[in-house]
């Protein structure tokens, strides 16, 4: 974990330099300078909507399993979002292990399933969206430089059929629960019978948490806030390229640009340092902003988002007397993967 920690400090840094180099930092500091505090603040109490809206979200798709008060709900969004952005990928494992301390009704697995069913509706959202606008609206083209929008449309598609293909998969993994735990448990058969027991708990759990997907109601309210909630970042962003002076950009770049921000995020960067601040300027230059103010608004838009969650998400950590060396040591990754697997929650 240590190592893993290490290499994502690393890309952040690369992309960092890239970001950075040949930067006239007089200009840069110019550029900042005149974004609009109004702006900044209509991106940060937007994107703070976007993180109810991922609540009442994670909710609904909990609600098979039990009834959850929102604001624990809330709490445990914002640690999950927090430790991302200090621990890449660290959020998906924190958030179903708190709530399964908490509230013994439901195991650390189910939930995590949950979690692994929203990651697949914000991409099939948020891809939609991008992709288009990729094909209706005239982006501009480029073939040079680290970000191409050849580039981004083929991994916008290539992630879209693999989006299309997982959720394909929870849902058979639902449908046909007994035939899929039968072969699960004939293909652990030469396992000893701990190591057997385990898997298989952890597969009756997991299924257990995708019962929403059984639910097609349910199904429809979750991707129709995963809509509201991608709706409500592009708003965020584009009030930040309002703040920049790039009115002029059209209508729908902010959702190209979002778009784009999704798939820089498949980076292991910690909170997507470098990598969506390397891509958002990227994307605004291809639209003909100015290098100084395209960088200018990259910086606003990921810290309207990271630095309020991840202030707010150590506030939640403090409350919960967790430390922020718990969120990456290899002792507690180990033994939260240790607990998923048995489908517990009781320790953290």
């Given at each position: 974990?240590?190592?893993?920690?290490?290499?994502?400090?690393?890309?952040?840094?690369?992309?960092?330099?890239?970001?950075l180099?040949?930067?006239?930092?007089?200009?840069?500091?110019?550029?900042?300078?005149?974004v609009?505090?109004?702006a900044?603040g209509?991106?940060?109490?937007?994107?703070?909507?976007?993180?109810?809206?991922?609540?009442?979200?994670?909710?609904?798709?909990?609600?098979?399993?039990?009834?959850?008060?929102?604001?624990?709900?809330?709490?445990?969004?914002?640690?999950?979002?927090c430790?991302?952005?200090?621990?890449p990928?660290?959020?998906?494992?924190?958030?179903?292990?708190?709530?399964g301390?908490?509230?013994?009704?439901?195991?650390?697995?189910?939930?995590?399933?949950?979690?692994?069913?929203?990651r697949?509706?914000?991409?099939?959202?948020?891809?939609?969206?991008?992709?288009?606008?990729?094909?209706l609206?005239?982006?501009?083209?480029?073939s040079?430089?680290?970000?191409?929008?050849?580039?981004?449309r083929?991994?916008?598609?290539?992630?879209?059929?693999?989006?299309?293909?997982?959720?394909?998969?929870?849902?058979?993994?639902?449908?046909?629960?007994?035939?899929?735990?039968?072969?699960?448990?004939?293909?652990?058969?030469?396992?000893?019978?701990?190591?057997r027991?385990?898997?298989?708990?952890?597969?009756?759990?997991?299924?257990?948490?995708?019962?929403?997907?059984?639910?097609?109601?349910?199904?429809?309210?979750?991707?129709?806030?995963?809509?509201?909630?991608?709706?409500?970042?592009?708003?965020?962003?584009?009030?930040?390229?309002?703040?920049?002076?790039?009115?002029?950009?059209?209508?729908?770049?902010?959702?190209?640009?979002?778009g784009?921000?999704?798939?820089?995020?498949i980076?292991p960067?910690?909170?997507?340092?470098?990598?969506?601040?390397?891509?958002?300027?990227e994307?605004?230059?291809?639209?003909g902003?100015p290098?100084?103010?395209?960088?200018s608004?990259?910086?606003?838009?990921?810290?309207?988002?990271?630095?309020?969650?991840?202030?707010?998400?150590?506030?939640?950590?403090?409350?919960?007397?967790?430390?922020?060396?718990?969120?990456?040591?290899?002792?507690?990754?180990?033994?939260?993967?240790?607990?998923?697997?048995?489908?517990?929650?009781e320790?953290?």
């Amino acid at each position: 974990m240590k190592i893993k920690i290490l290499l994502a400090n690393l890309v952040a840094l690369t992309f960092l330099y890239l970001f950075l180099r040949k930067v006239d930092f007089a200009e840069l500091g110019a550029a900042l300078a005149m974004v609009s505090p109004l702006a900044i603040g209509a991106a940060v109490a937007i994107n703070m909507v976007s993180f109810w809206i991922r609540t009442v979200r994670w909710r609904r798709l909990l609600s098979p399993l039990g009834s959850f008060p929102f604001s624990r709900l809330f709490k445990l969004v914002v640690i999950g979002f927090c430790a991302n952005n200090l621990v890449p990928r660290s959020g998906e494992l924190a958030r179903p292990l708190l709530l399964g301390r908490s509230e013994k009704q439901v195991s650390a697995s189910a939930a995590f399933a949950t979690v692994v069913i929203e990651r697949v509706f914000d991409f099939l959202v948020v891809l939609l969206l991008f992709g288009a606008i990729s094909l209706l609206a005239p982006v501009p083209t480029a073939s040079d430089g680290l970000v191409t929008t050849a580039n981004l449309r083929r991994g916008g598609l290539i992630l879209a059929a693999c989006s299309i293909s997982g959720l394909g998969l929870l849902v058979a993994l639902r449908l046909r629960a007994r035939a899929v735990v039968a072969l699960a448990r004939a293909v652990c058969a030469p396992l000893p019978q701990r190591a057997r027991d385990a898997v298989l708990r952890l597969l009756g759990t997991f299924v257990e948490g995708l019962s929403v997907l059984g639910r097609p109601g349910d199904v429809f309210w979750g991707l129709f806030q995963s809509t509201m909630m991608w709706i409500a970042i592009i708003c965020a962003a584009h009030a930040v390229l309002l703040g920049a002076g790039l009115s002029a950009l059209p209508w729908w770049s902010s959702t190209f640009l979002v778009g784009a921000s999704a798939l820089a995020m498949i980076i292991p960067s910690p909170g997507g340092v470098g990598t969506v601040h390397m891509v958002v300027s990227e994307v605004l230059e291809r639209f003909g902003s100015p290098v100084a103010t395209a960088k200018s608004a990259a910086i606003v838009i990921h810290a309207s988002s990271f630095v309020p969650i991840l202030l707010l998400g150590l506030y939640f950590l403090h409350t919960e007397h967790l430390r922020i060396r718990d969120l990456g040591s290899a002792n507690e990754q180990n033994r939260a993967e240790e607990l998923i697997a048995r489908g517990e929650g009781e320790v953290l």
